[in-house]
């Protein structure tokens, strides 16, 4: 991903880096993680992790924003999802099916893509943690900021939102 972002944006800084230890050398005025991108933290403490080196980033009064994958209380067992799109001479169709794990999800993503050469399809398995609101919640708190969860957004999953404090 990060040869195709700089192949695309070839003016734009790409770093190669872990979010659960990076560090760019300066601070920002904001810090996002969206997509559910903290959910493929393996277990609380690269979580916590993640959030810590995030927050780093931040100058005091600067804002992290992360949207986390479903609370545990919300995962519904065998869910099946689906997204179709077409746009100038391609067709992509995902289905998905979630099961519980223990404390993450295993998401089987099946992708089928036509284009004028034929269809071509694949099947990844993406493996995502369940974090409590608590555990998130004691995350940001213990990496220096206040923190807030909003309910909804765009997803549904809602967002958590912190202050850096010092």
């Known amino acids: 991903m990060r040869d195709r972002t700089r192949r695309r944006l070839p003016k734009v800084t790409v ?7 990076f560090d760019l050398g300066r601070r920002f005025d904001a810090v996002t993680c969206l997509f559910t991108v903290i959910a493929y933290a393996g277990t609380v403490e690269e979580m916590r992790a993640a959030v810590r080196s995030m927050a780093a980033h931040l100058v005091p009064g600067g804002v ?3 949207e986390p994958w479903w609370f545990p209380e919300q995962f519904i067992e065998g869910y099946v999802g689906g997204d179709l799109v077409r ?3 391609l067709t992509i169709a995902r289905v998905s099916h979630s099961t519980r794990h223990g404390r993450a999800t295993h998401l ?3 992708w089928v893509v036509g284009d004028a050469t034929g269809i071509h399809d694949f099947t990844l398995t993406e493996i995502m943690s369940l974090f409590t609101r608590e ?4 995350a940001f708190t213990d990496a220096g900021c206040s923190v807030d969860y909003q309910e909804g957004w ?4 809602g967002l958590f939102m912190g202050t850096q404090l010092g």
């Open 135 to 138: 555990e998130y919640m004691a």
């Open 154 to 157: 765009l997803t549904g999953r």
């Open 87 to 89: 746009t100038d001479g």
């Open 15 to 21: 770093h190669d880096g872990d979010m659960r230890g």
């Open 108 to 110: 089987k993503v099946r």
């Open 64 to 66: 992290l924003v992360v």
